[in-house]
């Protein structure tokens, strides 16, 4: 089934039409910028660009840079706080009378790395998966289960939000070492390991490219690998959310 996937980022707007089967892109991915401030009717207006783009009628899977519960905004760390208590599904379908299903960004990217990437071997046992870039996002796994809005990336380390020592925004505007931002990330990994006991740590988003820089640093007994499918991991979680609740919703 095709399904058209969207990841919506705090740069960037970006889809492509998913083969929910195969979990592979059937087009090129297409972006546009996020509008100045994240407010909801700019985004939802560049949500209706996209599927126009793709001419697509049909269900539409979304993942969104905050808590999403059953299709409602919770949160607001890097996006305008105007979006608390708006429920995204709703809004987004009727601005593009397409049927919109959305979910939390970093859920979005493990159920696609959990279905087609690094997850497989892994369907037994706890996975926990972190989305490092403006933010930092968590999805953890139970054999191959979602409990979805985790926001490991708020745990307090050091009295901060761990997003706002480790993110990779942080390292880049702090210009921090591999070593420095590796031992800062570490410390993440650690608590979670102390808390779920982990079977496997994923890290995701853009700096997964770089593992070899960073991971030497870590010092958890936990298997830690870099996630597989990078920059397309949410669009394809997203679609692959779309296709079942659309299933389920009849
Ligand atoms: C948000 C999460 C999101 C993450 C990555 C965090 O600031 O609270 O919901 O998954 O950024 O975008």
Redesign the pocket.
């Known amino acids: 089934m095709e399904i058209l996937g969207l990841d919506i980022?705090g740069s960037g707007i970006k889809g492509a039409m998913v083969d929910t089967v195969s979990g592979k892109l059937l087009t090129d991915r297409y972006r546009i910028d996020t509008p100045d401030g994240a407010e909801p009717s700019d985004v939802a207006r560049t949500v209706h660009q996209i599927c126009q783009y793709f001419q697509h009628s049909g269900p539409v899977g979304v993942g969104f840079?905050?808590?999403v519960q059953h299709g409602i905004v919770l949160?607001a760390?890097?996006i305008s706080k105007n979006w608390i208590g708006q429920n995204l599904n709703v809004l987004l379908s009727q601005e593009t009378e397409n049927h919109i299903f959305s979910l939390?960004?970093?859920d979005a990217a493990g159920i696609a790395e959990m279905k087609f990437g690094v997850g497989q071997e892994y369907l037994k046992g706890v996975v926990i998966l972190l989305?490092i870039?403006?933010?930092?996002?968590s999805a953890i796994f139970t054999d191959g289960v979602l409990v979805p809005n985790t926001?490991f990336?708020?745990m307090k380390i050091r009295g901060k939000d761990a997003?706002d020592r480790a993110s990779d925004a942080v390292r880049q505007e702090n210009d921090l070492s591999w070593k420095k931002w590796g031992e800062r990330f570490n410390e993440i990994l650690v608590t979670l390991e102390a808390l779920f006991s982990p079977d496997l740590f994923v890290i995701g988003g853009g700096i997964s490219k770089k593992f070899e820089k960073y991971a030497k640093y870590f010092t958890v007994q936990t298997k830690t690998i870099p996630a597989l499918l990078l920059n397309q991991a949410g669009i394809i979680g997203a679609a692959m959310f779309a296709k079942e609740q659309s299933e389920l919703s009849g």
Do not use: F, R
């Not at 870039?133 to 996002?137: A, D, L, P, R």
């Open positions: 980022g840079p905050a808590i949160s760390a890097n939390n960004d970093a989305t870039g403006t933010g930092i996002g926001e990336g708020h997003e």
